[in-house]
């Protein structure tokens, strides 16, 4: 199925891009969960289920910023980092 900008998919969201799923986005970023009494605040790759928060989705670079910063911890499920780290 291809959508148009503002075109509503089959999930019921608006898929802002051409041509690509509403999915495919998520999978292409990264999000952070917040922090909340007695937990860590966590990066999570844009489409894991550990965290499922559908918008507020984050680019590399704010990705990579937030690996750095002391009170984020990296999922364990989804691996955040991978696609982050030049090997």
């Known amino acids: 199925m291809t ?3 503002g075109s509503v998919a089959r999930s019921g969201r608006a898929c802002p891009v051409p041509g690509r ?4 986005r998520a999978e292409q970023s990264w999000k952070t969960q917040p922090r909340r009494s007695g937990e860590t605040a966590m990066l999570h790759r ?7 928060a ?3 989705f984050i680019n ?12 984020i911890e990296a999922c364990q499920i989804c691996k955040p980092e991978t696609g982050l780290v030049d090997g």
């Open 3 to 5: 959508s148009r900008p």
């Open 21 to 24: 799923r509403p999915g495919a």
């Open 46 to 52: 844009g489409g894991c289920g550990l965290y499922s």
């Open 54 to 56: 559908q918008l507020g």
């Open 60 to 71: 590399r670079q704010e990705a990579l910023i937030a690996m750095n910063e002391p009170d």
